[in-house]
């Protein structure tokens, strides 16, 4: 009878604890960081927007938006980042902004 109350107490304890990790991560993910890159690579044509996470986050990210409005996180140390960044920036140079601003 007493390794089921002490059974139970250890499984509650758990799913308590459980539950702090998710509260405490909840900001985190509502801050606009981003848990890990893609490995994907995504062509210049369908990028709608493309924008740095916030420096404070764990994971240094560039968020890319794509045409079919899907948010991929990609390693802004990357070639190809790199030079999507730079002919994103370049391209949208010269048109107004339609969405949030380009932070580089």
Known sequence: MKTL??????LICCLCHHSD????AAPLLRSGC???????????R?????GRTPDDCPVQS???KTVR????CV???KPWV?????????????????????NM
């Open 21 to 24: 990790g998710q509260i405490a």
């Open 69 to 72: 409005n899907k948010q991929i």
């Open 62 to 64: 560039v968020v890319i």
């Open 82 to 102: 790199k030079v999507a960044l730079f002919k994103f920036k370049e391209s949208t140079a010269n048109n107004k902004p339609t969405s949030a601003p380009f």
């Open 46 to 50: 369908r990028i709608t927007y493309m």
């Open 5 to 10: 109350v002490i059974a139970a107490l250890i």
């Open 34 to 44: 981003c848990q890990s890159n893609s490995e994907d690579r995504v062509p210049l």
């Open 75 to 77: 390693d802004p140390e």
